[in-house]
């Protein structure tokens, strides 16, 4: 087709041309007009821990940035070889592509909100710059990124040095012998195009927020190191346990941990694989919520040490109660994105997550939800030291593949990153492995697995996955109870009246009295594989919606008849175990006041009898509303109103507090709270 329409002599030349591109690709057999891909090391399943006790070369700043929509600058390609800076060497030189000439962009940082004309991008960048480094010290060097979305190849003086697929999560490779003296090339190509085999999937209610969006740094080990280590306190409260994962240590290599503040220092010795297993009697002022404690702890063996600040505490689950060292516990929370207050794009340093948990700390909260992907390593830091107690969570989120290998190898990779990076932070007590997934045999083997590698990696903290219901089986009791109601209430119209009457003679026998209480159940079996039975419902938002779609009642008396009936539901599962509302909530325009919804008065009300149906439950033993802060999301479309943000936040993107801030405040302030 192509090459049907081009006139001779342009013919000849294109020949010539091609012949040379499909030579330069390196005798490949494909079509020089092939996105190509680059074979390249898959990064360390092992987390390098502790960096910030390091010596590093930090490369966050300044980098070139080309955009790539077409994805030509792979190796190989016709117009490609982006991953090699390149200087034309006289003017006749025909170069497709020119750093030198490219944009200037922060990183760390999302390139969306750096660049206008970027916001809804979705497809390939690349990034490059230059460093030094002071090659005359032995030891080892590692590339060490924070997290970049979401797959990921780096190239540091023209070779491809490491893929990662799946962002959020930090991962390094070992380039000692890549590197030179000076001038390091170093060009990362990172493609944040997402699609149904993805973690998450291309759906989401959030921004896909693409680039290198947490801190790049060099960091130097010697030879032989401490990758990584977990020190826990076990249950007994006067245990201190755990393991130190080394790299080039021979078996019998004394690696000692110690705690100066209370002198007290235990010594153990690597096994055969290079680890090093402890424990060791401590007395500990325990970490919490009101005395966020953390000691110094130093690990070391001959040729390395690490060092960090850490608190210590157990949380534990037993029947429907939640403890924290050895404490009835109930989680007063929010919900979070990795969104900064007053700026557009994602929250990336310690000082965006300091103003995000000080924010949420003036509501009364002793818990963050940390939805729905891994946050940069500085979030659990900033939990740690304020005393936020905080759920960390992977984004396997509404449609996954279940089927898929690939896909499955991407979750447990994020599993395990995430794991491995945070296990020291006192503040992360629930790893979550799931938000909303509808059952079936295949999601719940994928989970089981999840499941089992974090108890494997860590069995110190609970688990849980925020449930979605029995949606229809919900709905249809709710419109019983509703009609039930509604029947008594002076709200619905004779017309609607009629409806309500049809309902109870459709349901017989089953039909509820007027004024009766209504138990909503959750059963989902992966309630049987979780810790915290977590649940997200939106009564009083999107299922009066539904409602009216589906019975002809109109939205306005559902809606009303709702806020009526939530104070009589209660919440349970049908697990032994606590249970937990991991959402909750209702839009909000700031400043718009009066009836209706999407109203911050409306909002209020929501909220209100949320709390009611709440405090009659005994099971639940905490809760995150839906959420703090307004957030970008590509789903909410609605001008004047959304302007593509989600509005359920109890403050709007600059800050600006709505009544329902307010609401949950007094509410954790009084009695439920304080339990
Ligand atoms: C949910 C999702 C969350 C959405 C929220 C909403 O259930 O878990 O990601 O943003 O509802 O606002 O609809």
């Known amino acids: 087709m192509f090459l049907r329409r081009v006139t001779p002599s342009v013919f000849l030349i294109l020949i010539t041309f091609l012949c040379s591109a499909v030579l330069a690709a390196e005798d490949s057999d494909q079509s020089p007009f092939a996105v190509l891909s680059v074979d390249a090391p898959r990064p360390s399943q092992?987390?390098?821990?502790?960096?910030?006790s390091r010596e590093v070369l930090s490369l966050n700043g300044s980098w070139k940035f080309l955009v790539d929509p077409m994805q030509v600058g792979t190796p190989g390609s016709?117009?490609?070889g982006w991953a090699t800076t390149r200087v034309p060497e006289d003017e006749y030189q025909l170069l497709e592509y020119s750093y030198a000439n490219a944009a200037d962009i922060r990183v760390p940082g999302d390139f969306n909100t750096q660049f206008d004309e970027l916001l809804y991008y979705r497809d390939t960048v690349w990034y490059q710059r230059h460093f030094d480094i002071d090659l005359s010290k032995q030891g080892r060097y590692h590339l060490w990124f924070g997290g970049a979305n979401y797959k990921t190849t780096v190239y540091l003086n023209g070779q491809a040095v490491a893929h990662q697929s799946g962002g959020y999560v930090p991962f390094s490779i070992d380039v000692t012998d890549y590197l030179l003296l000076k001038d390091n090339d170093l060009i990362v190509q990172v493609?944040?195009?997402l699609d149904a085999d993805t973690v998450p999937t291309e759906r989401t209610d959030w921004w896909p927020y693409g680039g290198l969006t947490r801190d790049v740094m060099l960091v130097h080990t010697p030879e032989a190191y401490i990758v990584n280590a977990s020190v826990q306190l076990d249950d007994d409260l006067s245990t201190v346990a755990g393991h130190v994962q080394t790299y080039g240590m021979s078996a019998g290599e004394e690696v000692v941990i110690s705690l100066p503040e209370i002198d007290v220092s235990a010594i153990t010795q690597t096994d055969d694989s290079g680890v090093a297993r402890f424990k060791f009697e401590a007395s500990l002022d325990q970490w919490s919520p009101s005395n966020p404690k953390l000691y110094e702890v130093q690990i070391a063996s001959d040729s390395d040490q690490i060092s960090d600040r850490l608190g210590f505490r157990t949380i534990a689950v037993e029947g429907t109660q939640i403890f924290l060292n050895g404490e009835p516990i109930r989680f007063r929370g929010i919900s979070t994105h990795e969104e900064p207050i007053g700026r557009d794009g994602v929250a990336y340093s310690r000082a965006d997550m300091d103003a995000l948990f000080g924010e949420a700390k003036q509501l009364g909260v002793n818990f963050v939800r940390a939805a729905h992907y891994p946050y940069s390593r500085h979030a659990a830091k900033a939990a740690d030291e304020m005393g936020l107690l905080l759920w960390e969570e992977v984004p396997i989120y509404w449609n996954i593949n279940w089927e898929n290998p690939e896909t499955l190898r991407i979750a447990r990779d994020q599993v395990a990153r995430l794991v491995q990076r945070d296990w020291n932070r006192a503040s992360v007590v629930v790893w979550s492995v799931a938000n909303e997934t509808t059952y079936s045999e295949p999601r719940m083997a994928f989970l089981n697995r999840l499941i089992q590698d974090v108890r494997e990696l860590d069995d110190t903290r609970l688990v849980s996955a925020a449930l979605l219901g029995d949606t229809r089986r919900e709905l249809q009791h709710v419109v019983t109870y509703l009609a039930a109601n509604g029947l008594a209430s002076d709200i619905p119209s004779d017309r609607e009246k009629r409806i309500f009457q049809q309902v109870i003679n459709a349901a017989g026998d089953n039909a509820p009295r007027r004024n009766s209480s209504f138990n909503?159940?959750?059963?989902?079996?992966?309630?049987?594989?979780?810790d915290l039975v977590s649940y997200n419902e939106y009564f009083g938002w999107y299922y009066s919606r539904f409602i009216?779609?589906?019975?002809?009642?109109?939205?306005?008396?559902?809606r009303l008849l709702m806020l009526e009936l939530m104070p009589k539901v209660t919440l349970a599962s049908a697990f032994d175990k606590p249970m937990f509302i991991s959402e909750f909530g209702a839009g909000a325009k700031a400043g718009k006041r009066g009836e209706g919804v999407r109203t911050e008065d409306y909002q209020a009300n929501v909220y209100r009898a949320q709390f009611e149906m709440i405090a009659n439950s005994p099971q639940v033993?905490?809760?995150?509303?839906?959420i703090l802060k307004d957030f970008r999301a590509m789903l909410r479309s609605l001008g004047g109103v959304q302007d593509f943000r989600n509005r359920k936040g109890l403050i709007d993107e600059n800050g600006r507090r709505k009544q329902a801030f307010y609401v949950l405040r007094d509410f954790y302030a009084g009695d439920w709270g304080r339990q």
Do not use: C, K
């Not at 909503?520 to 979780?530: F, K, N, R």
């Not at 033993?621 to 839906?626: K, R």
């Open 46 to 52: 092992h987390v390098m821990g502790w960096v910030d």
């Open 78 to 80: 016709l117009f490609g």
């Open 191 to 193: 493609n944040n195009r």
């Open 520 to 530: 909503l159940l959750i059963t989902d079996p992966l309630g049987e594989l979780v």
């Open 548 to 558: 009216a779609d589906q019975t002809g009642v109109s939205e306005r008396t559902i």
């Open 621 to 626: 033993q905490g809760m995150t509303p839906w």
